[in-house]
């Protein structure tokens, strides 16, 4: 996954846009995550990919 930009000019939150490659089809997919309340030592990536994790499991479970 890469981050293409984040954005903190949010009040409480940031704004980050992401790209990545999917490992079994190939797709490319990007889009824009919002984090809310993150603390000043977070690392964005990596909260990137826990919070799109959770989507994901709820996706899954509709």
């Known amino acids: 996954m890469e981050i293409i930009n984040t954005d903190s000019n949010y009040e409480n ?4 846009e ?5 490992k079994t ?3 490319q ?3 824009h995550l ?3 309340n993150p603390s000043d030592d977070v690392d964005i990536e990596t909260a ?6 959770v989507l994901v ?3 899954e479970e509709l």
């Open 48 to 53: 990137t990919k826990e919070r799109l994790k």
């Open 13 to 16: 939150a940031v704004l980050v």
């Open 25 to 27: 089809t190939n797709e």
């Open 57 to 59: 499991n709820e996706v």
């Open 29 to 31: 997919f990007s889009g």
């Open 34 to 36: 919002m984090l809310f």
């Open 18 to 22: 992401f790209k990545f490659t999917s």
